[in-house]
């Protein structure tokens, strides 16, 4: 339930945030709550997916891209995500999340998001780092094609670009196109 109040929270803020453009990096600030602990007493590691969820709706607001989104019909779904953690976050930790575009492949939108905290020092450091590959789907039905995404957004500057190793792990990870039987180990 803390979840849908920081999702509000933060759609609230988001519209006073700062604007962006379409491929620029959003910074979204949280805080740890005592909800985002587990047993061990650092941010759970499900409560990082959650989070980045709300930094991404974050930056589609600043962006702008939510209102083309919504005047279209479209919503995004993520199809997979993977994140890696270096450093744990606990109660009452104040962090960011730096969220941008990295690209595309034939079908979907590559996000890289980082959890950031200042050190000692106040040198940014990256606790996490998730990257998500996101489809748009019509509430008409079907899926958004990336040309028909790229035409609603904008033209994408030549920087943006999906690393190799992510788009081979896109591939690896992804689901058959048709429903699989459980393992026999499964059974």
């Known amino acids: 339930m803390h979840m849908l109040w920081r999702t509000l929270l933060h759609s609230v803020l988001s519209r006073f945030g700062p604007r962006l453009g379409h491929y620029d990096v959003a910074s979204t600030r949280f ?4 909800t985002d602990q587990d047993i061990l ?3 759970n590691n499900g409560v990082y997916l959650s989070i980045m969820d ?3 709706f974050d930056m589609l ?3 702008g891209i939510w209102a083309i989104f919504l005047k ?4 995004p779904v993520v199809v997979s995500e993977t994140i890696s953690f270096r450093k744990s976050l606990t109660l009452g930790q104040k962090f960011t999340v730096e969220s941008r575009i990295l690209g595309f492949d034939e079908k979907a939108v590559y996000v890289e998001q980082r959890f950031v ?3 000692a020092d106040g040198t940014p450091e990256i606790y996490a780092q998730g990257f998500i590959r996101g489809r748009f789907l019509k ?3 079907g899926v958004v094609g990336i040309d028909e995404l790229v035409d609603a957004v904008g033209a994408v500057p030549e920087d943006v670009t999906v690393p190799a190793w992510l788009l081979e792990w896109s591939a690896d990870v992804a689901m058959p196109a048709t429903r699989a039987a459980a393992p026999s180990h499964w059974t």
Do not use: E, F, Q
Not at 72 to 75: L, M, N, Q, T
């Open 31 to 34: 805080i740890t709550l005592p």
């Open 41 to 43: 007493r650092h941010m």
């Open 54 to 56: 709300i930094a991404r």
């Open 61 to 63: 607001h600043r962006t």
């Open 72 to 75: 279209r019909g479209w919503y």
């Open 117 to 119: 905290r200042p050190d």
């Open 139 to 141: 509430r008409s039905g």
